[in-house]
């Protein structure tokens, strides 16, 4: 029934059920990252910093919030290095490494492959917080959407979804006035 449904034919199930009785594991196998997974390049940037430049690396982490990394495919990435402040910087890249599921440490070689980062770390990080604000400014409209279209939504209500929206307009827009705008 599990190789039905996971549309994968039965031997192959069988094959893996055994390799990892005889490996004594029990926990699945991991599932790599597909190479054509979209990885923003201020993502990129701060895997890229973690690697070659652990300080540096670890200082913009530290500025990201778990709402800055939420819905990332990066996301564990980032906040497993945010955990290990206290660890050397020349240990930092082999430990995370280490402590990364399969595909996420896929996604950090592939980021520490190229021979420079696709943007200074305070640029990504200013990016990262670009892409919460807008996602989190869509979800205050979609809720504005929704009051104004029943007839029980609140004046109240409304007036503080529109300051909520306000805010995070402003908050854009101070990211956008930085130098970052172009690491997105």
Not at 22 to 44: D, K, L, N
Not at 95 to 116: F, H, M, N, P, V
Request: charged residues 30%; contains cysteine.
């Amino acid at each position: 029934r599990l190789a039905h449904k996971t549309r994968v034919t039965e031997s192959v199930m069988r094959d893996e059920i055994r390799r990892a009785a005889s490996q004594r594991r029990t926990e699945a196998p991991a599932i790599a990252v597909a190479p054509t997974v979209r990885v923003r390049p201020a993502e990129q940037g701060l895997m890229w910093a973690l690697v070659h430049r652990p300080v540096e690396g670890l200082a913009a982490v530290a500025q990201l919030d778990d709402e800055d990394v939420e819905g990332l495919i990066t996301g564990p990435v980032f906040k497993l290095a945010a955990s290990l402040v206290d660890v050397p910087p020349d240990v930092l890249p082999t430990l995370l490494r280490e402590r990364l599921s399969e595909g996420e440490a896929a996604l950090l070689d592939r980021a520490a492959e190229t021979d420079d980062s696709a943007a200074p770390p305070p640029e990504c990080v200013n990016a990262l917080k670009r892409v919460r604000y807008q996602r989190e400014r869509a979800a205050v409209q979609d809720e504005i959407d929704r009051l104004q279209n029943t007839t029980a939504g609140g004046h109240d209500a409304l007036m503080e979804l529109w300051a909520r929206k306000q805010v995070l307009s402003r908050k854009l827009e101070q990211l956008l006035e930085g130098p970052s705008a172009d690491y997105r």
